[in-house]
């Protein structure tokens, strides 16, 4: 991220990103938009101010799947833990039903698959330097 992007721009940035991928890729719409992608966007969009603490001090990291992983505890104060725990639990629920969401507005539910994909290896791609990454099974900070 840049000294002058601000946190939301990133996240929007990257969705963007996946967005267009995606429509090339499999020549699907990622910009489609449905009150339930709207509502979940916005959800992600609030909470990345939240968790972005724990992507800078590595606590948390962005997985293969399209997931996000607390992937060292340690790195959160323990009275802390139970809020990055549910921090993510969120996360992971929007993304996943983000994605499934996009499909379905594509009327290709099959899709889901590769929107995961698409979206996984953009928050891979766009993470900020410092950040961790899964690249196959192994974690690695950019």
Known sequence: MTALMKPGRWLASVLLGCLLA???QAQGNLEIDTPAISALKAAMQKRH???MPLYVSGAVGFAA?????LRDAAAVPLVQR???NA???SENADRNALYREIARANQRPEWEVDVRRTFAERWIDRAQPGWWVQRGSAWVKK
């Not at 799947?65 to 992983?69: I, K």
Request: no cysteine.
């Open 22 to 24: 995606f429509t090339v």
């Open 49 to 51: 101010a939240q968790i």
């Open 65 to 69: 799947d399209g997931s996000v992983v």
């Open 82 to 84: 139970g809020a990055a």
């Open 87 to 89: 921090l993510v639990a």
